[in-house]
């Protein structure tokens, strides 16, 4: 009979792609990547983020009061003053009843979402009090999570985090789970970053005229500029009165990333698209002599005067940036901008010393297991127990091979997932053993008795392990981080103990009794 067969090469195949895939995990060898360790086993961070989903509706409520404004001035209906309130209501008094009816036409027609009772007149106006429905409200409040979800996400994945654990939690939390930072305080700037960027005019007139002294004028804010004293360290707040209008803003933004000026100082450059650039190339065409801040979260970065039309659609943003501060501010401003700000309500750190310790208990418990099974497998089973314990060793192997080759992450409980399906391992070939025995005692020869006691025994164990894959699917499919590593080790656990039980092991007995004749077998 012939030694190498196709099952036979196809097995090794098999065996042999495992290692391979694991052996980056033990040294830097070409061609697979490392198995992944679980926040629990490398250390990292743990947080619970919650979304001011309250800011979302209110901006909202401000661009609607913008684009109202906007509205009645082209149509030229006079107001006394249009404005969001605490309650997210938007107040708007008319002049008479002639601009009331014309106000509610525009209502009625360009702002249908919005509700309108009855109006209210007063000694100062006609008083309109409109509101969001709640359905309205409670729909820009989920949107504001899931967005605020996918940005973290896109920040995470730019910051190069492997394998993070990024989900929802409730309507309005984010559960992040980071292996392996190094750097929690720089990883919980990047990720609180609301990275809201805009292009505002100052106010030059106001700022001469002492708008700075006293409250600002209507229409402007005061905005600081944080400004660093090479020398001393010392940071200075430099007060700029800023037009409120929002010229242009990072929604446009294609492209953001890190440049170094001729002094190398760091800065970050950005590019719009199409639209940004007409938009940008108009802004500065109008306002040459002006100075443009580039606002980024309410704080002024910087305010160049502008010299001259700028085409093409590219800027820079300048502030004293060491280079990681300006790699950071890149990948936020790629990544795009919170909806609404986030914030941290829940922080746990897992150092690497005490994920080492879990590695190592981990592990020893399950080489402890694994040699009380191979011990107990030869002493019952004698030559036919060494066979039992070569598949054990394989099975290892596979799961390992499983875990590198899909870049599946090995949690605490994934370890637990590896001894549970040692045990269930040997538990099928305990099955397949006796069935053997009992073949034997008929009469049968060894290689009949093997092949009887695999036929018999491979239901039983077919139908133990399939309905034990269908839990850890559901486990993977429903569960959270801990459950979900239980569960993709347990899922290749099985997969690669039906492998080595019923395929392996029995390619091993015929290999080694196709010749034999004599009813004797080591069992």
């Known amino acids: 009979m012939k030694l190498f067969t ?41 947080l619970v983020l919650e979304v001011q989903s309250e800011k979302a509706v209110e901006t909202e409520l401000e661009r609607t009061v913008h684009e109202l404004k906007k509205e009645l001035r082209n149509d030229g209906i006079k107001h006394l003053g249009i404005s969001r ?51 309205d409200m409670d729909m820009i409040k989920k949107m504001a999570t899931e967005q605020a979800l996918e940005t973290i996400r896109n920040r995470i994945d730019e910051f190069g985090v492997s394998e993070p654990d990024i989900r929802l939690q409730g309507d309005n939390r984010i559960l992040l789970q980071l292996p392996g930072i190094t750097d929690p305080d720089r990883a919980k700037d990047l990720i609180g970053k609301t990275a809201q960027l805009t292009f505002q005019l100052v106010d030059e007139e106001a700022n001469t005229a002492g708008g700075l002294n006293g409250a600002p004028p209507v229409g402007t804010e005061i905005l600081f500029q944080n400004k660093q004293d090479p ?31 001729q002094y190398q ?119 036919s127990g060494l066979i039992a314990d070569l598949a054990l060793i394989v099975n290892i192997i596979l799961i390992g091979g499983g875990l590198a080759a899909f870049q599946a992450t090995l949690t605490l409980p994934g370890i637990a997932g ?38 018999r025994a491979t239901l039983t164990i077919l139908d133990a392990n399939v309905t034990t894959l269908i839990a850890a699917i559901v486990l993977f499919q429903f569960g959270t981080g801990p459950i979900k590593g239980f569960a ?3 899922g290749l656990g099985i997969v690669a103990s039906l492998f080595t039980a019923l395929v392996l092991s029995k390619s091993i007995f015929h290999l080694i009794l196709q010749n034999k004749k004599s009813s004797t077998l080591s069992i």
Not at 10 to 28: E, H, K, Q, R, S
């Open 6 to 46: 196709f099952k036979r090469l196809l097995n090794l195949g098999i065996i042999v792609a495992a290692i391979v895939c694991l052996l980056p995990t033990f040294t830097d060898t070409w061609p697979h990547k490392k198995i992944n360790l679980g926040l629990d086993l490398q250390g990292g961070m743990h």
């Open 85 to 135: 309130q605490k309650d997210n209501t938007i107040l708007a008094i008319l002049q008479d009843e002639e601009n009331k009816k014309k106000f509610e036409k525009i209502i009625s027609t360009e702002f249908t979402n919005l509700l309108i009772p009855s109006p209210s007149t007063t000694s100062d106006g006609v008083r309109f009090t409109l509101s969001l429905p709640d359905a």
């Open 231 to 261: 020398s001393t360290g010392n940071v200075t707040k430099i007060p700029f009165l800023i037009k409120k209008q929002i010229l242009l803003d990072g929604s446009l933004l294609i492209d953001a990333r890190i440049e170094f000026d």
């Open 265 to 383: 100082q760091a800065q970050v450059g950005i590019e719009f698209n199409r639209k940004g650039a007409r938009i940008f190339d108009r802004i500065t065409g109008e306002n040459i002599n002006k100075r443009l801040a580039i606002v980024l979260d309410k704080t002024v970065y910087s305010a160049p005067v502008i010299q001259d039309r700028i085409a093409g659609g590219k800027a820079v943003i300048t502030g004293h940036f060491t280079a990681e501060e300006a790699k950071d501010l890149a990948i936020a401003l790629r990544a795009g901008s919170l909806p609404a700000p986030v914030k941290i309500i829940e922080e746990r750190t897992v150092g690497p010393t005490l994920g080492a310790d879990s590695v190592r208990m981990g592990l020893m418990s399950m080489v402890v297991g694994g040699v009380l099974i191979i011990l107990f497998m030869v002493v019952y089973y004698k030559g």
């Open 418 to 455: 590896i001894i549970l399906t040692i045990g269930m391992a040997v538990d099928a070939n305990v099955i397949i053993y006796e069935r053997i025995r009992e073949e034997l005692r008929y009469g049968k020869t060894a290689l009949a008795a093997v092949h009887a006691g695999f036929d």
């Open 488 to 490: 993709v080790t347990l």
